[in-house]
């Protein structure tokens, strides 16, 4: 299986400390696609970015930066200045594009920001 | 923005019985998966559908599980005998074309067997 790993099984911070969460992809495919998901507390999975295999621009919505290397396979994600709202699960995923249509879902990482 | 919408959003329910979780993909969306994410583990795909048939399925997705699309609007999850470790969050998600495109998933149903 191809899988997405996350090395990081629990980080933690202190507020306004930057902080990055690394994900590392296995593909085959040439066209993929990469996403980050949020589970906060309550559970719902909040989407964060999606990235295909084309586009290795780094990407910056507000606090919250992507670094897309194919090169390493990797799509890591900095969170800049955290603030404790930002505590949650972060999953990192990968879809192709071929006949498994499934996201694949690293295992996640607990973030925790501590006031 | 379009939703996916899942109920119900908690169930609880004694081994052995029969249970259905529904959700309401977006509607111009063709492709739809369920999920499970047991407590503390990472979420894990069961299987899609696609045009009206499973298109593609986990080991997980055994004989007691099933899917249907009964209307033009819901997409269920039946499990028919269900069982203590079945307990966990069940994510109903749906995607249009392109692929990878608008992946878009429900709150969940948190399932509790006991």
């Known amino acids: 299986a191809q899988k997405v790993t996350q090395a990081q099984t629990e980080i933690s911070v202190v507020e306004k400390e930057d902080v990055t969460l690394d994900c590392v992809y296995e593909?085959?495919?040439?066209?993929?696609?990469l996403f980050w998901y949020k589970q906060p507390p309550s559970g719902e999975l909040v989407f964060l970015i999606r990235?295909?295999?084309?586009?290795?621009q780094n990407e910056i919505s507000g606090r919250y930066s992507w670094n897309f290397q194919k090169s390493t396979s990797s799509f890591n994600f900095t969170i800049t200045a955290s603030q404790v709202v930002d505590s949650a699960v972060y999953f990192c995923?990968?879809?192709?594009?071929?006949?498994?249509?499934?996201?694949?879902f690293g295992s996640g990482t607990q973030l925790t920001v501590l006031p | 923005e379009p939703e996916v919408t899942q109920t119900p959003s908690h169930q609880v329910t004694q081994m052995g019985q029969e249970v259905i979780l529904r959700c309401v993909p977006i509607?111009?969306?063709?492709?739809f998966y369920w999920y499970r994410q047991i407590l503390g583990q990472k979420v894990e795909f069961l299987v899609s559908?696609?045009?009206?048939?499973?298109?593609?399925k986990s080991e997980i997705f055994d004989d007691q599980f099933s899917v249907e699309r009964p209307d033009g609007s819901n997409f269920t999850l039946k499990i028919r005998s269900t069982k203590l470790e079945d307990s966990a969050m069940y994510f109903c998600?749906?995607?249009?074309?392109?692929?990878?495109?608008?992946?878009?998933f429900g709150s969940g149903t948190r399932l509790t067997v006991v």
């Open positions: 990235r295909n295999s084309f586009d290795e």
């Open positions: 998600a749906s995607t249009g074309p392109p692929a990878g495109y608008g992946y878009t």
């Open positions: 509607s111009n969306h063709l492709y």
């Open positions: 559908f696609y045009n009206n048939e499973i298109s593609e």
């Open positions: 593909t085959r495919d040439t066209t993929y696609y």
């Open positions: 995923a990968r879809f192709s594009s071929g006949s498994a249509r499934q996201l694949t």
